[in-house]
């Protein structure tokens, strides 16, 4: 047993050493950070408590390790130096351009389980992995969580801690590195150990408070820790920041700093003996034979075709539908799903849908833990909702999340719910998210057949629902590709074209027919594929029809006129936009669209504005 202590004591020193070495060669970092939790990742690794096959760390069974204090990260690089998958040589190019040794973790370290560094978000990716160790893949694997003390006064921290116990996941292990200083002075809580444990004892964990530099009660905490089976367990550990080194530790103002070399030197020498030539092994994951899970049929679509449907509810259809076919492919809602209809998966498939309650930030973070571990997780709430949630979304699209979120009740056709409920900047956020998709069906054949596409699509979609009842458009025949449209309305007398998606693409079919009556033709573009755009179809609208106009249920802002504005750009076309442009109210679906002035008649007016003007400009040209 001393042996063993000795041995772990050591390895903490390297690992301090690595830390300070490499942050002082990139000229910044974290350094302090990484020292207060060296003792805590040397007993976790190298104390017999991880396993993992380091030669595949894709590997199904393997503990799973989230740094949710991502700064920590130079902590990281360093335990896996030890472990011997980093060289010394390339420690040293933390932070330099090009290394996979980023400043916070990335994917571009293959043993990153998810991008990481916004605070709050590790323990909800880690409760993921852990849910479908337990209810999903049935495996032995445990996931731990290293946390930093700042980091809890953010809320999704909490919340994961409420859903982790609701689940009773014994099989997730929450490291508190409670070092007392954040960026910028103490924490909220500074040392209170104690009220720490009491807040998340209550919570329903199974807490452990020990001195976090004390190799042998960080040794007791992870063998308690691995017996315990009927709920999540949180290891509170009081340390100090920059402990090793006396002139930075326990010391404000050192937070993301790294050492001078001279600084550096004296550091080494407090460290003392410095055994750089060990190299630690971990403990193997225990060998289980994967049983292949069958692919089984994706039915049918079938609609009345005279019987108006909510895109939503067929979004519900959908997702029982396409289940056999998709069986990696999950179900996450907030409290939503009889709204959302998930609720028609839940019933058909309850063990592949989980609740998530009203918790958007953490419904996220549980469905990228989920995602990191080869499941197809469908999100669903309502879309305003999702906003809270955005960095969470952000960070997911860095960490190759390959999720399908699903926002109901959007825009101001909602009706009598009011602002609160309307998801009016939905698209811009989805949009803005790197290599995302956004599709906006307007009726039940198209929600389901792109539903299907999306669990097809490998990456981020974002699907936009319509609350209110639409008629049907489109048959089982059609076929829905990402990056495509549909021309539903053309001629050779068109003077506009008519770009919309949704509730409005109805409206805009509306307004065709009542302009066909003076005898003016519009062309009417289903933009469904907002992102990406077939921009081959939108360009030929604008060279044959020389006027596009672009109606959204949706701000102005980052929405579908913007979308096309750009894309059309080079083009000697005119673009204009009707968009919510004025703060809704509560009211029937009708009156809001004609007061954001984006109904039937709002397309109708514009048209023959334009007309008019397009005709006087040619009467003074002539003249």
């Known amino acids: 047993m001393t042996n063993n202590i000795n041995k772990l004591e050591k390895i903490a020193t390297l690992l301090r050493y690595y830390s300070l070495i490499s942050t002082t060669a990139a000229g910044s970092g974290h350094p302090t950070s990484s020292l207060s939790a060296a003792d805590l990742m040397a007993v976790l690794f190298f104390g017999g408590f991880f396993r993992a096959d380091l030669e595949h760390p894709e590997y199904i069974n393997n503990d799973r390790l989230i740094f949710s204090k991502g700064h920590a990260s130079p902590l990281l690089y360093s335990l896996y130096t030890v472990a011997g998958k980093v060289t010394e040589e390339e420690l040293l190019t933390l932070r330099k351009f090009g290394s996979r040794l980023e400043g916070h973790p990335t994917l571009a370290f293959p043993y990153t389980e998810a991008a990481t560094g916004s605070l709050g978000q590790g323990l909800s990716v880690g409760v993921g992995m852990a849910m479908n160790a337990k209810y999903l893949d049935h495996m032995s694997y445990t996931t731990y969580v290293l946390l930093g003390d700042s980091e809890m006064a953010e ?360 302009l066909k009556k003076d005898n003016i033709f519009i062309r009417v573009i289903d933009l469904y594929s907002i992102k990406p755009l077939d921009v081959a179809t939108l360009k030929k609208a604008a060279r044959e029809t020389g006027i596009i106009i672009t109606v959204e249920d949706h701000y102005a802002e980052g929405g579908v006129g913007e979308a096309v504005i750009a894309a059309l750009a080079l083009e000697s076309v005119h673009v204009h936009t009707l968009a919510v442009r004025k703060q809704p109210k509560s009211g029937t679906p009708d009156e809001l669209l004609s007061y954001a002035e984006i109904s039937r008649n709002a397309i109708v007016k514009k048209v023959k504005k334009l007309v008019k003007q397009n005709s006087n400009e040619q009467q003074i040209r002539v003249k």
């Open 155 to 514: 809320g999704s921290a909490w919340e994961a801690i409420m859903l982790a116990a609701q689940y009773k996941l014994g099989n997730l292990v929450a490291i508190l590195d409670v070092n007392r200083l954040g960026q910028r002075g103490e924490t909220m809580l500074g040392h209170d150990i104690a009220t720490y444990e009491k807040r998340i004892a209550s919570f329903g964990w199974h807490t452990i408070t020990i001195d976090g530099h004390s190799i042998e009660e960080i040794t007791q905490a992870f063998t308690d820790a691995s017996i315990v089976k009927d709920r999540p367990v949180m290891i509170i550990a009081k340390t100090l920041k920059g402990k090793g080194v006396s002139f930075i530790e326990d010391k404000d103002n050192w937070h993301g700093k790294a050492l001078s070399q001279e600084d550096l030197q004296k550091a080494i020498q407090e460290l003392g003996d410095i055994d750089t030539s060990f190299r630690g092994k971990l403990r193997a994951p225990k060998k289980i034979t994967i049983k292949q899970k069958t692919v089984g049929t994706v039915k049918k679509v079938s609609y009345a075709p005279d019987t108006p449907v909510a895109t939503r509810k067929a979004y519900g259809n959908a997702l029982v539908r396409i289940a056999d076919g998709y069986p990696n492919m999950v179900v996450l809602d907030a409290e939503t799903s009889n709204s959302t209809f998930a609720e028609f998966f839940k019933q058909a498939y309850p063990k592949r849908f989980f609740e998530m309650y009203i918790a958007e930030q953490n419904m996220v973070g549980v469905a990228l833990g989920m995602s990191r571990r080869g499941k197809i997780p469908f999100v669903s709430t309502f879309a305003a909702f999702f906003s809270r949630a955005f960095d969470q979304i952000r960070m997911a699209g860095y960490s190759g999340g390959n999720i399908k979120f699903v926002g109901s009740h959007v825009g101001v056709s909602i009706g009598e719910d009011g602002i609160s409920q309307m998801g009016l900047e939905d698209i811009s956020m989805f949009r803005a998210i790197q290599g995302s998709v956004v599709l906006y069906p307007s009726d039940a054949y198209s929600a389901e057949l792109l539903t299907e596409q999306a669990a097809k699509h490998e990456g981020i979609v974002y699907l936009r629902m319509t609350r209110k009842d639409t008629p049907i458009l489109f048959t089982q025949k059609e076929i829905f590709r990402i990056g495509g449209s549909k021309v539903l309305r053309k001629s050779k007398q068109d003077v506009a074209t008519v770009v919309a998606c949704g509730i409005t693409l109805h409206e805009a079919l509306a307004a065709y027919e009542i």
